[in-house]
């Protein structure tokens, strides 16, 4: 079974398509940025797009991780193809849907676009502001494309056109006065610092678009977890605060917490559940967290350092290129560190997604769960007080 999180989608449904005046800046574009493994991509197909569809919107979703290997315009255009040839489908589902949540007749004929849909986003072809126009002319309602693991767009000629078009698409069409329906961008990604970038980095097509971190999974979901379990789990069903802060201990993901639960059930009968699964966590989390950590002991002796001071000082850091900060890591890398190296090796670690650029000249961890077992790790080692 699925757990639903049916109020959160409900509520970013009315932000993105009946705004507040404070939330209207949505209409340049969300980004939402998370962990891999922490749902994201369950929250969008199970409750964020029901959501939108039952506010009549029409949604386009794509996953740019489904086919790593394909151009991540190719994929994005595709899907949107696919979308509009639904629509114009006499009698397909996605229109007797948006007939039965909206007040458009559309249901029997299917829409008429004055346009051929293999045109769309090809050089020279019909331009996606233009078929977003049309479409939203004729359906009357708003349209909401969804690009999951947006960063994937990044870095290619093609992902760049492609952003730039639908940036380009969000002004044509939400800044047009009586505009019957709004069209809507939302990204979400697991790569946080390349996720930021799209939207504060000043070359990227959505600088100032709004982001946020994907809202993780709560007590609500403790207490869902413990009700489907305590069959199987009979006198081993541990408190709902104890499981709250193992699963927070293990990055906020399902799966190591159903591990975890596993694991409970294997204890001999009479275990006290409260006691063991703490250390049933930590154990797990930090397996999870080597993984991470093990990219940051690749990188180097500089790395490490500079992991380390952004973990000491905590919050947004400035990179450190002071002539203290320069000694510092000199003293402790046992030679001279110039200001260039300390910039290459934070590229390098935002690249990996261990750091992210907060704004100009200061970063931030990506992660505060790699965050907190490097801390932990340091501690083991002596390396820091306690």
């Known amino acids: 079974m699925t757990f639903r999180r049916t109020a959160l989608a409900q509520e970013m449904a009315q932000q993105l398509l009946r705004p507040s005046f404070l939330d209207t800046s949505l209409r340049s574009g969300l980004f939402l940025s998370g962990q891999r493994r922490v749902g994201k991509t369950t929250f969008l197909a199970s409750d964020l797009i029901p959501a939108l569809e039952e506010c009549g919107a029409i949604v386009i979703y794509v996953d740019l991780w489904s086919q790593p290997q394909a151009n991540p315009a190719d994929l994005v255009h595709d899907a949107i193809r696919k979308s509009l040839d639904a ?34 986003g090809k050089e020279g072809g019909v331009s996606l502001a233009h078929a977003f126009t049309e479409l939203i002319e004729q359906a009357q309602t708003d349209v909401v494309l969804i690009v999951d693991e947006v960063q994937q767009a990044l870095g290619s000629a093609d992902g760049d056109s492609m952003l730039h078009a639908l940036k380009a698409t969000c002004d044509a069409i939400n800044t047009r006065p009586d505009t019957p329906g709004y069209f809507l961008f939302v990204g979400t990604g697991s790569h946080r ?68 639960l596993s694991i409970l059930r294997g204890l001999p009968p009479g275990a006290d559940a409260d006691e063991h699964l703490p250390t049933i966590a930590e154990s797990l989390g930090a397996a999870a967290a080597d993984v991470e950590l093990q990219k940051i002991e690749a990188l180097g002796p500089l790395a490490a350092a500079i992991f380390s001071r952004f973990c000491h000082i905590g919050g947004n850091v400035r990179g450190g290129f002071t002539a203290d900060t320069l000694s510092e890591y000199s ?10 190296e300390v910039q290459s090796v934070i590229g390098m670690m935002t690249s990996a997604n261990l750091l992210m650029r907060v704004s100009h000249g200061h970063y931030g961890v990506t992660d505060s769960f790699v965050e907190q077992a490097w801390m932990a790790r340091l501690h083991t080692d002596g390396l820091l007080p306690e």
């Open 87 to 120: 629509l114009q489908t006499p009698g397909s589902g996605v229109l007797q849907k948006l007939k039965r949540v909206t007040s458009i007749d559309a249901g029997a004929a299917g829409f008429k676009f004055g346009f051929k849909l293999a045109d769309v």
């Open 193 to 260: 610092a390349r996720v930021q970038e799209l939207s504060i980095k000043g070359n990227q097509a959505f600088n100032g678009a709004v982001t946020h971190d994907f809202p993780v999974l709560g007590r609500d979901f403790i207490e869902y977890v413990l009700q489907q379990v305590a069959p199987q789990l009979a006198t081993k069903v541990p408190s709902i605060p104890v499981t709250e802060a193992a699963f927070k201990r293990m990055g906020s993901r399902p799966e190591e917490l159903m591990k975890a």
């Open 331 to 340: 003293a402790q890398i046992g030679r001279e560190i110039t200001a260039q």
